[in-house]
């Protein structure tokens, strides 16, 4: 899934869109097909996010990754087909989803992160009325483009390591060890943010007093130190 | 004038364990290393300086602060390299990452940029501003987490296993970078050749080197004799963790690989040239180097 793993944007037509607009209309397509069931108007949702990434990307060097995210959709259809037995309730699922995923992957593909998260940082000021501190928002939105990345390295590190074992690849014995790892990479993380003063300057978190800032990684760092 | 870091009668528990218990430790050495098994204490006591890990008992002080009540200071003076600098680096592009401490301690935007310019070329690595973190091998990330702690101008950095990731020729640019840079130092390694200076390249020396063995120092000296210190307790550990490896142990049934026909698998003798294990009781086998 390259496409997942490359976040530098390339020059191409939507480049030049303002990020905010192309917020907003993600905002705006993810509305409708929430709301609405009908194939055709998700289908066209999906057909606008494979030509927004095709616009974003030249499709002839990211041709393999689209043709992947199909795929794959055309997969989890079968199976949902198989389990529910009904076609049209499949079909809608997997075309909300596509839908909804591809015009975020040709956002992501044509608009530089800063300018992302300066966009998000603009947008979530208004928040602060209701106690959500924009900064932290915008954070949350930078962990997410920065690690998903590093997830999917694991998460084929991890497959490689059961095929190197003899074992057929599985969803389940890839997803919980990776899950242990989020979780153990999550908390060093928090105490990585701690450290370079994050919350030294929105003060989410109180520092004051003698409790800890973040709950330890590790007794001893016997995992961190093994790694 | 260096930071001077206190411990006095400090305790650290975790569920219910004494993870460290450092009765008085008092440091302004420029060069100071920590060594000890897995699980010995080296980052919690780390973590202890940067009030990321708060003390069960007793003090701890860096340059006269309370690391965790006045954490917002020590976090102006100490910067902090974790173990995995993939861990650390929080933007997704390199440049923002660099510039990232700054913002949280309010420098300007202009300010800010020339400092990021400044330290990307102190390391070298102006062509990794534009570049996505996740794309960068190991060595040029710890060289950003490096920069992005540097960028900051702390008076202290604490190095948690800086070379755990890393090749060889890696580790002798991270001695090179770590001798070049006039900051208190306090490095938690494995990496013996870093602190006994045998790197091959003129790194400074370290001053002093404590060694933890169960949450505890048991060694404080020059470098010379810790390591000797630590590599005999490093032996003592070995043999007394070496299983019994006799002939007379039931053979262990295996199976071979995949095809599903079952083999015995036995001990091999203590005469066989792949069995280098010692003797139970027999004194592992002690490195050279730093004696």
């Known amino acids: ?17 303002p990020a905010s607009a192309k917020l907003v209309t993600i905002v705006a397509l993810g509305v409708l097909c929430a709301v609405s069931a009908s194939g055709w108007v998700l289908g066209s949702v999906g057909l606008v996010g494979t030509l927004a990434l095709v616009a974003a990307r030249p499709v002839w060097r990211r041709l393999g990754s689209l043709v992947a995210w199909w795929a794959v959709a055309l997969v989890v259809t079968v199976g949902l087909q198989l389990l529910t037995r009904d076609a049209a309730t499949a079909t809608t699922s ?35 009325r209701v106690g959500l501190r924009p900064d932290t928002l915008a954070l949350t ?9 590093e997830l999917v390295r694991q998460a084929e590190t991890l497959r490689d390591a059961q095929r190197a074992r003899g074992l057929r690849p599985a969803v389940l014995p890839v997803t919980v060890p990776l899950l242990v790892r989020c979780l153990d990479r999550s908390r060093t993380l928090a105490e990585a943010i701690v450290a370079r003063s994050f919350f030294d300057r929105t003060a989410a978190i109180p520092l004051a007093g003698h409790d800890v800032a973040v709950p330890p990684s590790r007794p001893t760092g016997t995992a961190q130190e093994e790694r | 004038m260096r930071p001077v870091l206190e411990l006095d009668d400090v305790t650290v528990r975790h569920d219910g ?70 861990d650390q680096i929080v933007m997704p592009v390199v440049a923002d990452d660099i510039a990232f401490g700054l913002k949280n301690r309010g420098v300007p935007t202009a300010e800010r940029d020339r400092r990021v310019a400044a330290v990307l070329a102190r390391f070298g690595i102006e062509h990794l501003a534009g570049r ?3 794309t960068l091998s190991g060595g040029e990330k710890q060289m950003v987490a490096l920069a992005a702690v540097l960028v900051v101008e702390p008076a202290t950095v604490l190095f948690d296993e800086p070379t ?6 890696r580790s002798l640019r991270f001695a090179q970078v770590l001798a070049g840079l006039d900051v208190q130092a306090v490095v938690a390694t494995h990496d013996l050749d870093l602190l006994a200076g045998s790197t091959g390249h003129p790194v400074d020396r370290f001053d002093r080197v404590l060694v ?30 070496t299983p ?48």
Request: with cysteine.
């Open chain 2, 17 to 86: 364990r004494t993870v460290l218990r450092i009765e008085h430790l008092v440091a302004d050495e420029r060069r100071i290393g920590v060594v000890g098994a897995n699980g010995s204490g080296k980052s919690t006591l780390l973590r202890l300086l940067d009030g990321l890990v708060a003390p069960d008992t007793g003090r701890v002080r860096v340059a006269g602060l309370d690391p965790v009540r006045d954490g917002r200071e020590v976090r102006r003076r100490v910067g902090f390299c974790f173990q995995d600098p993939a």
């Open chain 2, 132 to 134: 996505a973190a996740a």
């Open chain 1, 94 to 128: 997997v075309l909300r989803m596509v839908a909804l995923c591809l015009p975020a992957l040709a956002v992501m593909a044509s608009t530089a992160p800063e300018e992302l998260l300066d966009t998000v940082l603009r947008a979530a000021r208004p928040l602060r």
């Open chain 2, 164 to 169: 755990g990731t890393l090749d060889l020729a």
């Open chain 1, 141 to 149: 939105v930078a962990l997410t483009i920065r690690f998903v990345p």
């Open chain 2, 212 to 241: 933890l063995d169960d949450g505890q120092i048991v060694a404080d000296d020059a470098p010379g004799p810790a390591l000797v210190a630590y590599r005999e307790l490093a032996a003592r550990t070995c043999a007394a963790q």
């Open chain 1, 1 to 17: 899934m390259t496409l997942l793993t490359d976040t530098q944007p390339r020059a191409g037509p939507l480049r030049a869109v």
């Open chain 2, 244 to 291: 019994p490896l006799t002939s007379d142990r039931p053979p262990v049934e295996g199976r071979s690989s995949g095809r599903g026909t079952k083999q015995q698998v036995r001990p091999s003798s203590r005469a066989s040239s792949l069995d280098v294990s010692p003797e139970p009781g027999e004194p592992c086998a002690l490195g050279t180097e730093a004696r």
